[in-house]
């Protein structure tokens, strides 16, 4: 059984039941079991309670399941604690950068939490974390795919405080209908969405291998775009020289690592 543990409540439940209905249902009936939980708040929040706490990841999860006060996580949490910690054989998290809102001190110790998170998880026996650059909503920043440009688009901080409009402005798709499934699509809607997706993860992965080995193609192995490498070039490269980030989806990078 696998944990996925999301930052949002909406955007990302969505997009990922959408990749378990596309990419782990089997003609056999065997398919992957996911198991979601809505975190609710950002990756420093998750940082300071298990510093705060000195608890292991699931240790920590359950606790705040169980002292849960958001009626619109009820379910959801319900449903985590119906399980035992040795029921999970892997963990994913995935979480936002989203830096708008941060002056340089605050920026700096962002930065060195999340180092220090993306250290301690970056495997998925343990937990493994990705990161969306800027935020969740950069899986609709593109033009038509595939999108020859994706390699160039970047998204300065204050960018990030109208990204899910500047996101939605920019795409040539009106909402998210292109990339999620539905009861009512027909067979070949679906293949459709399932391309789009397979769009989305050469973009994502070649724009991965461009920002850490600079050059856009797909990676010679995929250690050359893991996260603390990514991380790292985005820190190098575009955070700390000019205060943006180069827009990429961490949805993609974990299909195309999950499948490699």
């Not at 990756?43 to 705060?52: E, G, P, R, V």
């Not at 920026?107 to 935020?135: A, C, R, T, V």
Request: glycine content about 2%.
């Amino acid at each position: 059984m696998i944990l996925i543990v999301l930052e949002g409540a909406i955007r990302e439940p969505n997009l990922f039941n959408t990749l378990t209905s596309l990419y782990f249902q089997h003609p056999s009936g065997n398919d992957e079991v996911f198991v979601q939980y809505i975190y609710g708040t950002t990756f420093h929040t998750l940082y300071k309670n298990m510093k705060d706490s000195d608890m292991e990841l699931l240790e920590h999860l359950r606790e705040k399941a169980k002292n849960n006060k958001n009626k619109d996580l009820k379910h959801n949490y319900e449903t985590f604690l119906q399980y035992n910690e040795a029921d999970f054989s892997e963990i994913y998290l995935f979480f936002d950068y989203d830096f708008h809102n941060k002056n340089k001190s605050q920026m700096d110790k962002w930065n060195n939490e999340l180092q220090h998170m993306l250290e301690s998880f970056g495997n998925e026996s343990d937990g493994k974390l990705y990161i969306n650059y800027p935020m969740v909503e950069s899986i609709r920043y593109t033009k038509r795919l595939p999108d020859a440009n994706y390699r160039n688009y970047i998204a300065t901080k204050s960018d990030c405080l109208n990204f899910k409009r500047i996101a939605a402005d920019f795409s040539e798709y009106k909402g998210l209908n292109f990339i999620q499934t539905n009861a009512s699509k027909k067979a070949t809607e679906i293949m459709q969405v399932k391309q789009n997706w397979e769009y989305l993860k050469e973009q994502n992965v070649k724009k991965a291998n461009f920002i850490c080995q600079n050059k856009y193609s797909m990676p010679e192995r995929k250690g050359n775009v893991n996260q603390q490498l990514i991380f790292k070039n985005q820190l190098d490269k575009f955070v700390n020289p000019y205060e943006c980030c180069s827009i990429l989806n961490s949805f993609p990078i974990f299909l195309y690592e999950y499948f490699k």
